[in-house]
């Protein structure tokens, strides 16, 4: 078993799209695949149309366990445990909680899956704490421009290095440009220093990129991955390429 953590502090990269298109795909290929939502947005429970029930706030609160807060969705062998409006009070109601930042992991121990994939929200909560802690490797979308590159230094400097303390195996298994325009050129300093902060994550950047598509907002209100959607979009085959990137790459 796997326990992949698509994580970014900032906001809006691409990481619950990802999360869901490394899902699906790892489940069309007959694996057996966990989500977990820990976003109070709730966008990857939307996005496989998931049930209202108990969550991930039930679960990291133990108000349920592993089993009874996870759903099947409409893809074989793609379950989720959704998100929900409660994980905005997560912070206050574990605050003080010993074990607090692993209350994931605790629930996670004796999971039957083949792959589990964690949407962690943006900031630095009790969420990122307990996906980083129950993670084996992190998946980080990222967008390719200098904005992208400033805030992902920062959050390799203030988050993930602090929490390979408490999670020493933790490892980056690479950063993940998406809404990729080809027009726009990456400027070779821009490029060299993601190449350069990946390789002191320990990690690289994907070779695989995903294309900008506007497409990929029609298949998320259609409940469906942008492969799923349409057979010849751009971004959808770099999702497909991308997985098997990731499977090839050792963590
Ligand atoms: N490759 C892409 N091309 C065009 N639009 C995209 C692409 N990937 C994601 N989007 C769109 O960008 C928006 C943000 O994507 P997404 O919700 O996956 O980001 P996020 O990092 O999970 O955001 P948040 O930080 O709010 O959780 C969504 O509307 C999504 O449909
Ligand atoms: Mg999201």
Redesign the pocket.
Known sequence: MKIYAVT?QK????????AHAVGVALANQGRKVLLIDL?E?G?LSFIVGANQGPGAYELLTKQATLGEATQATATKGLFIVPGSIGLASLDLVLKDVPGNGFRLKEALKGAKYDYIII?V??GLGSQPANALNAADALII?AQANILGLKNLNVFWEKTIKPMKKTNKALKVAGILF??YKASAVLSKAVEGAFNDLAQAMGAKVFKSR?????M??KA?AGHKAIFEYSKKNA?GLDYLEFVEELKRTRI
Do not use: F, Y
């Open positions: 970014n906001g809006g990269v691409g990481k619950s799209t990802t976003d947005q966008d949407d929200p943006p979308p998406t809404s995903i294309r900008n598509s506007a990929i907002e998320q971004a």
